[in-house]
């Protein structure tokens, strides 16, 4: 994407996400949430007017200097501007009715809505649809322009839909944060965030990305091919420059990871199906689905073992379809390898488990509830290599199934690790923008232009996915630096500062962080529909409270959720958990381990 595309009209400010807009003549008016109402002007580039609106008031009439009237009405705001008549919706998640549904009307006798299964769908005034789709994350706004329909959503993207075949012809990823609203004007479209920031995109950009993208979760290499697994249900295979050859969208959910079986690609995906694919990417088949959560697998033989986000896993034999379902843990499992006559399993917690290939017999190894993201094996050395979201590495002897030592990188949370037999090195990936290099005691890392996601060893290279749907790689060989690890001969111990929490829900919000409240508000809804009762902390003056969440959740980030002390998932995973049934599931999991039953 190319930056000089977009262009910031107004930037972050005091008065929150922007709720509504909508341009007349000239004049770009703006409902922030904090309920201040603002006028800019489009041609002088500047701020006119700002009024305050009180949040609660149901009617009420406003006048700004000689010639707007307002009329603020339940969630409309109606205009009387130099004798001309117009109205704007106003962007909320308090406004979404019982039926988990939020509608707006966008023009022409059509009508927008959405809901918390990121999809959406606008149809006219009789009811006839008119178009549908997807997303990966809730679907905020619309609006239509000429034969186009373009819409935004919490994912950070834009698209552009075709009203004749109904399909996803344009995208545009900002991830700025969440769109909140769009209106339109000339040849322009105007995009605001949670963040208060208001963008001017030209229409013409839109349609410069191709179809539709989403983060990338996992990098592969087959036959010196490099695929790719991603969040907008797809598979995409690209070549030695990382240029995208080709791509199949298999799936409405997220693709999480593949391997191969007899020259076909295997997929699971987090609705709970294994698909299989050509390796050209021309043809999908669901072999099964389950309702579950699906987050790895590996193949030995004529066995495909999978895991799930509900602590299972699962054995399919390819030749007679046959399943068999082991509960190996409470919580998630988030990774899978099979290391000689053993499959190895870790959960979210800080269990790494060991299983025979007949599940006959199960080891477990406690690493005290670091919170685990992804694993890799050193055939050479023996050893398995453990990422978690405690900025640490734990080496584990295999063999003896015990824990050797810690590598603190300082980079906060570790997303992905890889490592290359042949050039003896560790790759990771953190949320601090870096990707870190651990080779033969040398530790060296770089800094990453965007929000990297994944990555992949191959050849001399560490090839890396981001938000954006995008391929970038490094070269190892010039980025080691001569930098003396920091390394732990002992596992932390598990303080659990945080044991008043282990009977109920919790919210923990920082409410001296300035920041939107949309994200806080999205979570209560959520908790709200799951019908759970809850509590809401705030951190913001407690530091001791704030470290102890962290330690217990692994997450840096608020608001967050703690399910009966346990934190099961944030940003854009946690809406996708609760619209395909696994948050529920989880939770579920947690409750029976505690003895906790009904909501």
């Known amino acids: 994407m190319n930056k000089s595309e977009i262009q910031t009209i107004i930037k972050k400010g005091e008065y929150g996400a922007v709720l509504a807009m909508k341009i007349w003549q000239r004049c770009l008016f703006l409902y922030y949430e904090n309920n201040s109402l603002c006028i800019y002007d489009t041609e002088l580039k500047k701020m006119m007017v700002i009024v305050q609106i009180e949040e609660n008031v149901e009617m009420k009439e406003f006048f700004i200097a000689d010639y707007i009237t307002i009329l603020k009405k339940d969630n409309c705001i109606q205009f009387l501007y130099q004798n001309e008549k117009f ?352 080779s033969k005691d040398i530790l060296g890392e770089m800094n990453t232009e965007s929000f990297i996601t994944t990555c992949k060893i191959v050849d001399d290279y560490i090839v890396c996915g981001n938000d954006k749907g995008e391929m970038e790689k490094y070269c190892i060989r010039e980025k080691l630096e001569n930098k003396k690890p920091n390394m732990q001969k002992s596992l932390k111990k598990n303080t659990d500062k945080l044991r008043n929490i282990n009977d109920k829900i919790v919210i923990v919000c920082d409410k001296n962080a300035g920041q939107s409240r949309l994200y806080e508000e999205r979570d209560k809804t959520i908790l709200k529909m799951c019908g759970y009762k809850f509590e809401e902390w705030d951190i913001g003056d407690d530091e001791m409270l704030r470290n102890a969440v962290i330690e217990c959740s692994g997450w840096a980030k608020f608001p967050q959720l703690l399910f009966y002390g346990h934190f099961i998932a944030s940003g854009s995973v946690l809406p996708q958990m609760y619209s395909n049934g696994t948050l529920c599931r989880c939770v579920e999991n947690i409750k029976l381990k505690r003895g906790k039953y009904g909501k």
């Open 87 to 438: 109205s704007m919706t106003l962007h909320s998640l308090k406004l979404i009715s019982c039926d988990g549904k939020r509608k707006k009307e966008i023009g022409k006798g059509w009508i927008f809505e959405s809901g918390y299964d990121n999809s959406f769908k606008i149809y006219n005034e009789d009811g006839i649809n008119y178009i549908s789709g997807n997303y990966n994350n809730w679907v905020s706004d619309a609006c239509i322009i000429n034969k186009k329909i373009y819409t935004v959503s919490y994912d950070g993207c834009i698209k552009s839909w075709r009203t004749d075949t109904g399909k996803c012809d344009g995208y545009y990823a900002i991830k700025r944060g969440w769109l909140t609203t769009i209106c339109y004007k000339n040849d322009q479209i105007f995009i605001g965030t949670q963040y208060g920031e208001v963008f001017v995109i030209d229409i013409e950009d839109l349609h410069c990305q191709g179809g539709v993208r989403g983060a990338i979760w996992n990098i592969y290499q087959f036959n010196n091919r490099i695929y790719t697994v991603s969040e907008d249900g797809k598979i995409a295979l690209f070549n030695n420059n990382l240029s995208e050859i080709k791509c199949i969208v298999c799936s409405n959910g997220w693709v999480n990871a593949l391997t191969i079986y007899e020259n076909k690609i295997l997929a699971v995906t987090s609705n709970g199906e294994l698909i299989s694919i050509d390796t050209e990417l021309t043809s999908s088949k669901i072999i099964c689905k389950e309702e579950k959560w699906f987050n790895n697998l590996v193949v030995r033989d004529n066995n495909v073992y999978i895991i799930t986000a509900e602590g299972y896993v699962l054995v399919i034999d390819m030749k007679t379809k046959d399943i068999v379902r082991y509960k190996i843990s409470t919580y998630q499992l988030i990774d899978i390898l099979i290391v000689g006559k053993e499959i190895v399993v870790a959960d979210v917690e800080g269990t790494i488990y060991f299983i025979d290939l007949k599940f006959s017999k199960i080891r477990e190894l406690q690493l005290n509830r670091l919170h685990i993201t992804s694993m890799c094996f050193n055939k050479k050395e023996n050893i398995l290599y453990v990422a978690t979201l405690d900025n640490v590495v734990v080496f584990i002897d295999v063999k003896n199934k015990v824990f050797i030592k810690m590598l603190d990188i300082g980079q906060n949370r570790i997303w992905k690790i890889d490592y290359s037999q042949e050039f003896e090195t560790l790759a990771l990936t953190t949320t601090s923008m870096k990707v870190v290099i651990f």
